[in-house]
């Protein structure tokens, strides 16, 4: 199968031939969901915490007395029925939100959003994405240039230029393949590959 070839202006210039087990699968809705709350579950730091009544600031003087007032009887202000008393069942510090996924699963679901972004026509590829200056101006009018607002630019090799030219612009992600995830390429609106990159990609996750 092929993909379409843009050049400096967006246009597509031509085609490339790509393998349909990478960008030419059914498909698969069940599966893309499942890898991409295993990717955001997997980054969890885990460390949120809440406290229970003994850990929380409280008196433990009795509030009022026990008989006589009409109120229901209570010991102290940091029971778990009170307003700001301590959690029942507290999270923990130190929980484990991660997933596992299988390495052959995970391969599948990312050739399914590849080959999904091909059939909306959302991903291009391109002879290669080079500045010659680390200036945000300068890949920004080039974007500007190719009608690309929210991209996400999967390049064979970052190198130092492209990395520092790109990071201020908050719609624009540049990574190289490997690190390439399906939470990137289902956000952004028009993925683009490198002529280069589509051959890793395609060793990857043939």
């Known amino acids: 199968m092929q993909i379409e070839l843009i050049n400096d202006q967006g246009q597509a210039a031509s085609s490339l031939d790509v393998s349909e087990a990478v960008f030419g699968r059914a498909y698969n809705e069940d599966l893309v969901h499942q890898i991409v709350v295993a990717f955001q579950a997997n980054a969890r730091q885990g ?29 102290m202000t940091s029971s778990p029925l009170w307003r700001g008393g301590g959690r029942i069942f507290p999270n923990s510090p130190n929980e484990n939100f991660t997933q596992k996924i299988n390495k052959k699963m995970y391969r599948a679901g990312m050739t399914v959003i590849f080959s999904q972004l091909v059939r909306e026509g959302r991903l291009a590829a391109v002879d290669a994405l ?57 956000h952004f609106h028009k993925v683009l590959v490198t002529k280069a990159a589509v051959g890793t990609l395609q060793e990857m996750f043939a």
Do not use: W
Request: hydrophobic fraction near 35%; avoid cysteine; charge should be positive.
């Open 47 to 75: 460390s949120r915490a809440q406290k229970d009544r003994e850990q929380v600031h409280h008196s433990t003087k009795k509030p009022f007395k026990q008989k006589g007032t009409g109120r229901a009887r209570a010991g």
């Open 130 to 186: 080079t500045v010659e200056s680390p200036k945000t101006r300068v890949l920004a009018a080039k974007f500007k240039a190719m009608n690309l607002g929210s991209v996400l630019v999967i390049a064979d090799k970052v190198d130092e230029n492209l990395y520092l030219a790109s990071r201020n612009l908050p719609n624009v992600l540049v990574v190289e393949p490997r690190y390439a995830d399906p939470v990137s390429l289902i």
